[in-house]
């Protein structure tokens, strides 16, 4: 099984359709995680946002713990 997604125009330097030769751990997830009516590319960009929200939820908590000594209570108003 070969699946193109094909996305529309250039994003960047990204090609318009991606290659993408599933193992078959990678086909069970996909039909284990597609939902009805769900075409395999709809499938994979649902999954591409759920990685990019992990990515964000990462940095998010990086920044927590960084400012987690901060009280914004000593600091002067800015108004």
Known sequence: MFNICRTRGNVGDMPTS??????????????????RGESTS?????????????RWL???RADAEALKGEDVNTEPEAW
């Open 42 to 54: 709809e499938t994979l960009r649902r999954a591409l946002r759920l990685l990019d929200h992990e």
């Open 18 to 35: 991606i290659g993408f030769r599933p193992t078959p751990d990678d086909e069970r997830i996909l039909r284990e995680a597609g939902q």
């Open 58 to 60: 990462a940095q998010f």
